[in-house]
């Protein structure tokens, strides 16, 4: 909060007589802005976490929200509170700590504006939002408000949970359905190497897809994809791909394979099942101790060549680098609009760059994140300073330290780019070169990976993917080219990141055809579709 500046001597009485003339005319200067958030009076126990308030122009809606695709449209700030007590009340200053988004409280133009206020108890509002488990105020309308003009705002009392979305529930629910033995089964290994990375148990967990007609007398071993999802995903949100998996293989769209949904979020947000300083090692257990679980376990085709991965988004990178890093131990990858396999493109940005930084272009213009109609719709520095508000943790910005970063002194990962200038760290940016730039990684090894990777790296992408992450991919595409690795690069006009799987009226169409490329690597010349059509029935 910024200091007064102390009164200057008044010598005269004329200028004193003045100086009050003065200010008596000029307008009132705004105050800090301050807000009341009152405890539930029905706890039976202190809560904490991190405090949120939502403040946007405009008046009546139920909730007020964040909006990732419009970050300059909700003003939100923060402040960390601990065992707040029944009926209890805490002030909060938004811009204290000088990091509220989009811009400080007291800069915002009066006006008509409601507030809402939330308590992220479990930190997890960077990766899921809100959820049950958090506790939210009414919204409170402030009609006419003038930001730190005084006058008494409304206390904010945190009253009850956020309402559920009654669709995604039934959706859910619905999925649910269909776990059984047989059909969709729910797997949970503790990981030795990550419960002794951690000094805690950690598992690994997913759900295994099993083909129709598939029983543990069948003789017969099924080809296996390891899938993963995106960021925001999580174990309970990707069933419903998985039975959606099982119903296009009860259809004859997809031939008859077994799909392990792999849950790959992480309070961090994605451990992309990398093995890594801070969240452990993840690829290690995966291709060690939970593959090799399972596949004792079911049916499984247990050879290299009946082995494949697919994951999009993060999912994809993930997939990408497992492939990478265990290339004799899986047949192929399919990787859809993955994060930057190359950081001379990181969503268009070159991190090696000198002075590089990501807020930034070299002329002064910002460096956009997101764009939709070929219009760019924000920037990285908007994004990095909403994220930051809602904490400083389980965000997309911080989820790349936890997985590609070194650690810092006090344990915490290194940030590769400065919050508040955007300035990359060219230390940082060093170790997720040697580490983590694909890219690079392949081909300094290309030697030793060239027998088990050619022609396995597939990759699929938009030419108008929202996070421009087809810069990265032609970027590591002409790398592997150049190498003789034979890539198989598909850029799919127009699409873009969330609507990429869409083949004319099926949103999800793209896993019919990546399913039957796996299969044939699998099963050359099997005649998978009447296979399975007669399995179905």
């Known amino acids: 909060m910024p200091k007064l500046r102390p009164a200057a001597p008044l010598y005269l009485a004329t200028t004193f007589l003045s100086t009050v ?7 009132a200067q705004p105050g800090p802005v301050h807000f009341t958030v009152q405890a539930p009076s029905n706890i039976t126990a202190p809560i904490s976490g991190r405090l949120l308030i939502f403040l946007k122009a405009g008046s009546g809606d139920k909730a007020v929200d964040s909006d990732q695709m419009s970050p300059d449209s909700t003003w939100i700030g923060a402040r960390e509170i601990q065992s707040l007590k029944a009926d209890a009340s805490v002030e909060i200053d938004p811009d204290a700590d ?18 809402q206020a939330v308590l992220d108890v479990d930190h997890s509002y960077n990766y ?33 949970h956020p309402e559920e979305n009654a669709q995604r529930t039934a959706a859910l629910a619905k999925a649910r359905t269909q776990v059984a033995p047989g059909v969709v089964q729910l797997e949970e290994i503790q990981s030795a190497l990550l419960t002794k990375f951690w000094g805690r148990p950690v598992s690994i967990r ?37 039975v959606s998996l099982r119903d296009r293989m009860k259809d004859g769209k997809v031939p008859p394979m077994i799909w392990v949904m792999l849950d790959e979020s992480c309070p961090q947000g994605t451990h992309e099942f990398a093995d890594s300083v801070n969240n452990g090692p993840w690829g290690a257990a995966l291709t060690t101790e939970f593959i090799p679980s399972l596949e004792r376990k079911y049916r499984m085709d247990a050879r290299t060549t009946g082995r494949f991965l697919n994951g999009h988004s993060s999912g994809g990178w993930a997939t990408l680098q497992l ?39 070299p002329d002064g213009s910002p460096w956009p994140i997101m764009r939709m109609d070929g219009k760019v719709v924000v920037t990285l520095e908007q994004y990095a300073r909403m994220e930051q508000v ?6 997309q910005m911080a989820s ?6 070194p650690k810092s002194d006090s344990g915490a990962p290194r940030q590769m780019f400065n919050r508040v200038t955007g300035d990359v760290d060219p230390g940082v940016v060093a170790y997720w070169h040697d580490h983590y730039d694909l890219a690079h990684i392949v081909e300094a090894n290309w030697p030793r990976l060239k027998p088990d990777l050619t022609g396995r790296i597939h990759l699929i992408v938009g030419t108008a993917d929202t996070f421009y992450l087809d810069s990265a991919a032609h970027k590591f595409e002409e790398v592997l080219t150049r190498l003789g690795a034979d890539p198989h690069f598909t850029y799919i006009p127009g699409r873009t990141h969330f609507d990429l799987y869409g083949v004319g009226q099926d949103p999800r169409g793209l896993f019919d055809q990546i399913s039957a490329e796996m299969y044939a690597v699998a099963r050359p010349n099997a005649h998978w579709q009447a296979h399975a059509v007669a399995a179905a029935h």
């Open 21 to 27: 003339a003065a200010f008596a005319q000029a307008p």
């Open 400 to 405: 790349f330290d936890w997985v590609f970063s």
């Open 128 to 160: 899921l939002g809100r959820g049950p488990q958090d506790w939210v105020s009414p919204v409170v309308a402030l009609p006419h408000w003038t930001p730190g003009s005084g006058g008494s705002a409304p206390i904010l009392q945190l009253t009850g």
């Open 206 to 242: 997913a759900w295994v897809v099993l083909p129709p007609g598939y029983t543990e007398q069948t003789k017969e071993r099924y080809p296996t994809v390891y899938w993963t999802h995106g960021f925001g995903g999580n174990l309970e949100l990707i069933l419903g791909v998985g």
């Open 390 to 395: 809602l904490g400083p943790y389980g965000g």
């Open 323 to 361: 492939q990478v890093s265990y290339p004799n131990i899986f047949g192929g990858t399919w990787s859809t609009s993955p994060d930057p396999s190359d950081f001379h493109a990181f969503s268009g940005i070159d991190l090696y760059a000198a002075n590089a930084n990501v807020y930034r272009k």
């Open 98 to 115: 000088g990091i509220a988004s989009p811009s400080p409280f007291a800069s915002i133009p009066p006006g008509d504006y409601e507030v």
